[in-house]
């Protein structure tokens, strides 16, 4: 397990603990001086993490050093901050993995034509809650859409059969079908996970 220490070099430097401290403050000096500083070490532990390729790593390079800028608190001490900025890549390289991965899933669900890529959290729902919840949701969307989703999913119709049933092409179909669950992914998202 890789950890980052910055403080490796001399145990009295308060240098990225000063950062810290003017960072918090909106100073965009000591950003950028702290963006030079620790560019190489977050894509060395990115990497470290992940063990995917360098476009990827850069991404996750990106997104702590946004989080760096918004919310890195002001730390006593160099040993802090580098404990703060491990933490911090390491969930950011899990987030962007578990991100990929739901991504390639809804791809490989539309290139197959296999109907849309499981609701993430409603795959294994149980209960009543969350299928009134669903209910409601489902309520609330537009009579057309409604229509085109009981068409396709209510029986063994291919996205092709639920369009023509309603006079759509074939790629309108599969368009406003991805459109309308991405909407009810993210009302999900948001519900269950805000």
């Given amino acids: 397990?890789?950890?980052?220490?910055?403080?490796?070099?001399?145990?009295?430097?308060?240098?990225h603990a000063a950062w810290s401290r003017r960072i918090a403050v909106g100073d965009e000096a000591a950003f950028a001086a702290f963006y030079a500083a620790w560019f190489a070490p977050t894509l060395a532990l990115a990497r470290a993490a992940c063990r995917r390729d360098e476009g990827f790593c850069l991404d996750i390079v990106q997104d702590v050093m946004l989080l760096v800028a918004r919310k890195l608190p002001a730390l006593p001490t160099d040993a802090a901050v580098g404990a703060w900025m491990t933490r911090t890549i390491r969930r950011t390289a899990i987030d962007r993995l578990r991100s990929e991965g739901r991504r390639q899933r809804r791809e490989r669900a539309v290139d197959q034509d296999a109907g849309p890529a499981p609701l993430e959290p409603w795959h294994e729902m149980a209960g009543h809650e969350q299928r009134d919840w669903l209910q409601a949701c489902l309520a609330d969307l537009a009579p057309a859409d409604q229509m085109l989703l009981a068409a396709r999913f209510g029986g063994a119709s291919t996205v092709a059969d639920a369009g023509a049933q309603f006079g759509l092409s074939a790629d309108a179909a599969h368009g406003r079908l991805r459109r309308v669950l991405e909407r009810l992914r993210r009302k999900a998202a948001e519900w269950w996970h805000g």
């Fill in 1 to 15: 397990m890789v950890t980052i220490r910055s403080d490796a070099g001399d145990p009295e430097s308060h240098e």
